[in-house]
């Protein structure tokens, strides 16, 4: 197996008292689309901070293409494409003048800037765009043009933290296309998410945080088949109605989440406990039948929801 691109052990962040990130222990594998999923406030962003080596790390041994980032900062940021929360874009420059400047930013050639220009215009669907201010553009193109200048240096290892977060569902559609092309074509991704359907969509393996731990790994498969059903059915009670639902519920499903909109019954066969439901008369306004997510994961691995 190749060498990990990003190995970390016992990685610590501290901010005074507060701690962000607990002693995680994890690694990234070239090729693969890795990712952090969990709520804000969850460490995700700390950690993205430490690997692309602008946050010290507090405790803990990471290196990040085999360098340490307390020594060897300027290399590994040189060999990254990083993609923040924000559109940190210069909004009065044109699309094509972006991506020149980031290239100018990395030293490279103005002949291989100009060349790469065209290939990631042509990535991002950018191309009827190149002359347009970046004001002008909508969301979704916006995230398109950060991870095109993200990519403009080749970059050993593509870090996007939050990528859709803002977008509309066909903005983050697009975007997610950009980004499996991406993973088709053997570029590392690490990506950081509060969207389990982002997670599920483009992540080879990944690991869930909460308060600065990693309380799970794997594939998105692998977590929901190891901490959850193969299905789950959820009953929506009329107002005022929910705790008896629970009560006349109790021992039908193998696990059961009473939410405040909501009953989640956690099971291997629905068919089965819908009609054990309908045996005991329990009367409900609404029935969904579906199955699990890496939501009802987290949600049985820390007792909330991903999205409170």
């Given amino acids: ?19 962000a990130v607990d002693g995680i222990d994890f690694e990234i594998r070239p090729g693969e689309a890795f990712g952090f999923l969990g709520p804000n406030g969850a460490g995700k962003t700390s950690t993205m901070k430490m690997i692309t080596t602008v946050s010290p790390i507090t405790a803990g041994e990471m290196t990040v293409f085999d360098l340490d980032p307390r020594t060897d ?9 990083v993609v923040p929360q924000e559109n940190n874009l210069d909004e009065e420059l044109t699309v094509e003048e972006n991506l020149y400047v980031y290239g100018r930013y990395h030293d490279l050639p103005k002949p291989v800037i100009r060349q790469r220009i065209e290939d990631l215009l042509a990535f991002a669907q950018l191309e009827e765009k190149r002359a347009a201010k970046v004001e002008s553009l909508s969301g979704g193109m916006k995230r398109r043009l950060v991870i095109a200048r993200a990519l403009i240096n080749q970059p050993d290892l593509v870090i ?10 066909q903005a ?5 296309d950009r980004l499996y092309r991406l993973k088709q074509e053997g570029s590392t991704l690490v990506i950081t998410t509060h969207y389990m359907d982002e997670a599920e ?42 705790q008896a639902g629970v009560e006349a519920l109790d021992g039908l499903a193998k696990r059961m989440e009473a939410l ?5 019954l956690y099971t291997d066969d629905a068919e089965h406990l819908i009609d054990e439901i309908h045996e005991r008369d329990i009367v409900f306004d609404q ?3 579906r199955r699990s997510s890496l939501e009802d994961v987290f949600l049985h691995l820390t007792g909330r929801r991903l999205i409170d």
């Fill in 1 to 19: 197996m190749s060498q990990p691109l990003v190995k970390a052990t016992g990685l610590t962040k501290k901010f005074d008292d507060f701690v």
């Fill in 73 to 81: 900062g300027a290399t590994i940021r040189s060999r990254l494409g």
């Fill in 160 to 169: 996007l933290d939050e990528p859709t977060t803002g977008l509309d569902p």
């Fill in 172 to 176: 983050r559609h697009v975007l997610w």
């Fill in 201 to 242: 969509q483009l992540c080879d393996r990944l690991v869930v945080m909460d308060k600065g731990k990693i309380v799970a790994e794997g594939s998105p498969q692998e977590l929901i088949e190891n901490y959850s059903t193969r299905e789950v059915v959820e009953l929506r009670f009329a107002p005022g109605q929910s």
């Fill in 260 to 264: 405040a909109d909501r009953v989640l």
């Fill in 287 to 289: 029935r969904l039948t």
